[in-house]
């Protein structure tokens, strides 16, 4: 598998981000809390996921989906239309809530907690796709190795959460052994171990003197398309890596000024977004690319 990549996208709303719902700085301190006060327009994420399922059909890509499972119920018919054009449903938690706090990196919930929310998430999800849900990304990217452990244990054969970068570190982990190509974690942690049956597919990075995180989301929309590509093209000489976006990130619509601590997080998104994702996905056109769960089902 040297040498191929996974298009990855991540299905969440403009709310869904921390710094509105579900974080200990948030607005609200939960998904529901949000609904049971927002009266206006929240969704901003129908429209580019049509557009989003669009662009992978013009590129040919079977792309897997990181879906939060509240989607299904606030925004009817839509995750049924993303596992209809054939691409693979994986889950983005139960409402997008950070699992660890984002600074002391200490967990915000038990075992028992994660377990009974993650579960009820993927049978939401595998529900509405008809199909098993055997893959998970963390809200945020904010890991635990504990959480890797109770993933396996309800199901799940993979995560693909854990960023190696010199700028960043949303882990409980020092993640020295941790590159960017795939790997079976230690139990309880998610540095590098032996033969075991979950994956961890961490994301790309470009390193020069430091590592800079080179997947997409974020970094796409504010370092540009130039630093991806040379992060994807340097990580996969590695191995196998990732790319993602999520559909509000070339969402042309205002959206509403809520939130604490990131104001100008959407500074940057809609037409030119898109442009710099089509660019990479042209740009990596004569790669091979597979979606986690089949990569997953060859194991490594």
Known sequence: MRGSFSVTVDIEDWYHIPSVCSSPYAVYRTVN????????????????????????????????????????????????????????IACHGLHHACKIDPETKERLMSNEEFEQKTLLA????????????????APNAFVGGWML????????????????????????????TVSSFPYYPIEKGLEVGDDRNFIEFPWAYYQNVLKIPASGGPILRFLG??????????????????????????????????????????????????????????????????????????KL
Request: include cysteine; charged fraction near 30%; glycine fraction near 6%.
């Open 149 to 176: 452990d109770s993933l396996e244990n309800i199901g799940f054969k993979y995560d693909s959460s854990v960023s190696v970068n010199s700028l960043y570190n949303k882990t409980d982990s020092s993640l020295k």
């Open 33 to 88: 809390e949000f609904f049971d006060k927002w009266g206006d327009r929240y969704d901003y994420l129908t429209e580019p996921t049509k557009r989003s399922l669009d662009i992978l059909d013009e590129f040919n890509i079977t792309a897997t989906f990181f879906v939060v499972a509240d989607i299904v119920e606030h925004y009817p018919g839509l995750v049924e239309s993303i596992a209809e054009r054939g691409h693979e």
């Open 225 to 298: 398309a130039p630093l991806v590509l040379n992060g994807l093209i340097q990580s996969l000489k590695r191995g196998h890596t990732i790319f993602y976006f999520h559909p509000i990130d070339i969402s042309c619509t205002k959206f509403p000024s809520v939130g604490n601590n990131r104001p100008f997080y959407w500074c940057m998104k809609g037409k030119l977004v898109e442009h710099r994702i089509r660019h990479v996905l042209k740009s990596m056109s004569d790669v091979k690319k597979v979606c986690l769960r089949d990569y997953q089902e060859d």
């Open 122 to 137: 993927k049978k939401i999800l595998e529900k509405v796709s008809g199909e098993k849900v055997v893959g998970y990304r």
